[in-house]
T-cell receptor
């Protein structure tokens, strides 16, 4: 079955530091890949997505590239802010025929200190 | 577009009681999904609807769980004879269901605590 593995946290950074959260997946076919973010006390929000190999998703300074050869979708941001403190989830969609159900990784908590 | 809403936001119940949660999807979204998230884990798929039809249920969904989506609008998730292991955040998401559009939008969740 499908699975998503992401690095465990917490990840603690200073403001303006570079952030990378690793995500690898196992899936049949060609899933779409997503990063969702959960800020304290809030629901899951879509951060970015990529639907095919070599696509780059980007939003709010975050980027992730769909790497089919390494089955990865690592999230990066060049300069984090305190407001980026949240839990980040990598996820894949199992495709239209299967209902586009999402499989999530375990989440990575990021804490940015001023 | 008011987003996905869920009610209640929090529910505390005693073991053995029945609980029901409601989800209102984004209007005109054909697909509605339920997920469960336990502390420190990612959400896990429970079930989903295409309009009023329930198309798939996860093995996680025991016989004590039932979900409905009458008229293809809001959905309810009922848990009968709750157990302490049912304590979790129950998340609802919706998507347009249009071919090529697979983004799901999540509600704030209902946090269930079973004492």
């Amino acid at each position: 079955g499908n699975s998503v593995t992401q690095m465990e946290g917490p990840v603690t950074l200073s403001e303006e530091a570079f952030l990378t959260i690793n995500c690898t997946y196992t899936a049949t076919g060609y899933p779409s890949l997503f990063w969702y973010v959960q800020y304290p006390g809030e629901g899951l929000q879509l951060l970015l997505k990529a639907t095919k190999a070599d696509d780059k998703g980007s939003n709010k300074g975050f980027e992730a590239t769909y790497r089919k050869e390494t089955t990865s979708f690592h999230l990066e941001k060049g300069s984090v802010q305190v407001s980026d403190s949240a839990v980040y989830f990598c996820a894949l969609s199992d495709g239209e025929a299967a209902g586009n159900k999402l499989t999530f990784g375990g989440g990575t908590r990021v804490l940015v200190k001023p | 577009d008011t987003g996905v809403s869920q009610d209640p936001r929090h529910k505390i119940t005693k073991r053995g009681q029945n609980v029901t949660f409601r989800c209102d999807p984004i209007s005109e979204h054909n697909r509605l999904y339920w997920y469960r998230q336990t502390l420190g884990q990612g959400p896990e798929f429970l079930t989903y609807f295409q309009n009023e039809a329930q198309l798939e249920k996860s093995r996680l969904l025991s016989d004590r769980f039932s979900a409905e989506r009458p008229k293809g609008s809001f959905s309810t998730l009922e848990i009968q004879r709750t157990e302490q292991g049912d304590s979790a955040m129950y998340l609802c998401a919706s998507s347009s269901g249009l071919r090529g559009t697979d983004t799901q939008y999540f509600g704030p969740g209902t946090r269930l605590t079973v004492l």
